[in-house]
């Protein structure tokens, strides 16, 4: 157990405590373990976060047998161009002033750093190896896994047995993962999810040992008067530009406009002013018991991709081609089927027309006559919505797809005497067949990837320079899985990218 620091020479506290607090402190004292009185019920929980430093980072310098605070590392795809953005960046730099998500030419070329090209199928194993170390102390019922670097674990019902507070819990459960991995993580420890989330974000950072601490009279004392709000979860700086507008600076602000007239904050929020309402005052009611019993009404599939160059109108018809087939795929293996897909696309943000004007998305949403995942029903339907919506003189660099899905069992045919097209079926029987033989063609061509990897099969147009397919069937997210692939290595090859599998940058 860990060993009880506290002074018996501290100052009392300048506040008092508060009956609606989430959490009661039976001591009033200014100590440096504040979590010490806290009491914990089933109407008081206590909650803690794990944040793993730089995890992508942290993983790479591990793996080359480094200093995770002390390397300067970054991690990015050099086969992207000095444009790319860097996945991660070590502690090290961050001191520098690199911003964790700078561009690789925004890094000074003053300062010698190492490249290491993101292999996001190893993060993963390392993310699940932490999990595991999670479980060693908690129940899965505990635990919810917010990404791949941050845990949130309601530990109320775990003090007592352990015979630590939610601080020394908090460092043992840090320690567990450092001596595993090596990897350095920071925690925040509140009273509610949200309180947990904001000590992490904001006061765990300013702190020696990487703990922020707050229940709800800390959140007012400490962060109430707190600028920029962007710091805060939930506020990006689309909210907090509205939000200033209306003369709102600090959480103080937004919860003194609530008390006085809270019709304003709805009128320009909606609903969402409940929640910012809530958080301003350091309120979550959301619990834990709440995000396991959460099931959603409907589900949906989408993809997206943000292409590396200029775009032509015939080379995106080919990424959209194979996007729409890879949606199909999924929902086949999913068992699911959908009637509706919704695609958009946008252009080059360079682009200007002849009166000077940027080029808007464009996009269309498609029908088929009954729910299918049959890729030969929805890519010359989808194809067809393209060439109608989308501008040709324009550069395409990012395209999108979506649709609502229903599990196969829970679909009911009509049958029809026409085809999908509209056309009088000469042949229904033959159709439902073609139909049959197509699901049948979708499970064997997943059963081949699933055994011998997704490059496995492959279509003519995939192999085109414009296509992207075999790139992503070996990138995790978006990004590279770290996995090896001769055919994505000859493809480069033959389209003059070869893969840069050095580890030193500039």
């Known amino acids: 157990m860990l060993s009880d620091n506290l002074s018996a020479n501290e100052p009392a506290s300048s506040h008092?405590?508060?009956?609606?607090?989430?959490?009661?402190?039976?001591?009033?004292?200014?100590?440096?373990?504040?979590?010490?009185?806290?009491?914990?019920?089933?109407?008081?929980?206590?909650?803690?976060?794990?944040?793993?430093?730089?995890?992508?980072?942290?993983?790479?310098?591990?793996?080359r047998g480094l200093d995770p605070m002390t390397a300067k590392l970054v991690v990015a795809d050099p086969t992207r161009g000095e444009g790319t953005i860097c996945l991660a960046v070590s502690p090290a730099l961050k001191k520098m002033g690199v911003k964790n998500r700078a561009r690789i030419y925004e890094i000074p070329k003053t300062i010698d750093y190492i490249t290491a090209p993101p292999q996001m199928a190893h993060y993963e194993e390392c993310s699940a190896q932490i999990y595991e170390v999670y479980l060693q102390y908690f129940s899965r019922e505990d635990i919810h896994v917010y990404s791949?670097?941050?845990?949130?674990?309601?530990?109320?019902?775990?003090?007592?047995?352990?015979?630590?507070?939610?601080?020394?819990?908090?460092?043992?459960?840090?320690?567990a993962v450092?001596?595993?991995?090596g990897i350095r993580s920071t925690c925040g420890i509140g009273t509610n999810l949200y309180l947990a989330k904001i000590a992490l974000d904001i006061t765990a950072k300013k702190s020696p040992d990487y703990i922020g601490i707050l229940d709800e009279d800390r959140y007012r004392e400490l962060l109430w008067d707190h600028r920029p709000l962007t710091d805060f979860w939930m506020i990006a700086r689309g909210r907090s530009r509205r939000l200033a507008s209306m003369g709102l600076f600090t959480?103080?602000?937004?919860?003194?406009?609530?008390?006085?007239?809270?019709?304003?904050?709805?009128?320009?929020?909606?609903i969402d002013a409940e929640i910012l309402i809530d958080h301003s005052f350091g309120v979550e009611t959301v619990g834990m018991k709440d995000i396991k019993d959460y099931r959603p009404k409907g589900h949906s599939l989408s993809l997206g991709q943000v292409l590396l160059r200029n775009y032509s109108f015939e080379e995106a018809l080919v990424i959209i081609k194979e996007m729409t087939d890879q949606l199909c795929l999924q929902m086949a293996d999913r068992h699911v089927m959908t009637?509706?897909?919704?695609?958009?696309?946008?252009?080059?943000?360079?682009?200007?027309?002849?009166?000077?004007?940027?080029?808007?998305?464009?996009?269309?949403?498609?029908?088929?006559?009954?729910?299918?995942?049959?890729?030969?029903?929805?890519?010359?339907?989808?194809?067809?919505?393209?060439?109608k919506t989308t501008r040709q003189d324009a550069p395409v660099r990012r395209i999108g797809l979506s649709c609502p899905i229903r599990p196969e069992e829970n679909i009911h045919y009509q049958f029809s005497l026409f085809d999908e097209n509209g056309d009088l079926s000469s042949?229904?029987?033959?159709?439902?067949?073609?139909q049959d033989a197509g699901r049948k063609l979708q499970g064997s061509v997943l059963s081949l990837k699933n055994r011998y990897g997704k490059n496995a099969v492959l279509k003519g147009m995939n192999l085109l320079s414009a296509g992207t397919m075999m790139e992503r069937n070996c990138q995790i997210g978006g990004h590279r899985s770290g996995t090896e692939d001769r055919c994505l290595s000859e493809k480069l090859a033959r389209d003059g990218r070869i893969p840069d599998t050095g580890q030193n940058g500039a």
């Open 16 to 63: 008092a405590a508060c009956r609606n607090r989430a959490i009661y402190t039976k001591n009033t004292s200014v100590y440096e373990d504040p979590t010490r009185f806290w009491g914990h019920d089933e109407t008081h929980r206590v909650y803690i976060i794990i944040d793993l430093k730089s995890f992508y980072a942290s993983v790479e310098c591990v793996e």
């Open 339 to 387: 009637d509706t897909i919704t695609f958009f696309v946008s252009y080059s943000h360079d682009f200007r027309d002849e009166d000077g004007l940027p080029a808007f998305y464009t996009g269309g949403t498609v029908h088929a006559r009954s729910h299918t995942s049959s890729d030969e029903v929805w890519r010359p339907l989808v194809a067809e919505a393209y060439r």
């Open 251 to 270: 959480m103080h602000d937004i919860s003194r406009a609530a008390m006085i007239n809270d019709d304003l904050l709805y009128k320009a929020f909606g």
């Open 427 to 434: 042949d229904l029987e033959r159709d439902l067949k073609r």
């Open 148 to 175: 791949c670097d941050e845990c949130f674990i309601d530990v109320t019902d775990y003090l007592d047995m352990y015979e630590m507070t939610p601080k020394q819990l908090g460092t043992e459960v840090m320690n």
């Open 178 to 181: 450092l001596d595993r991995t």
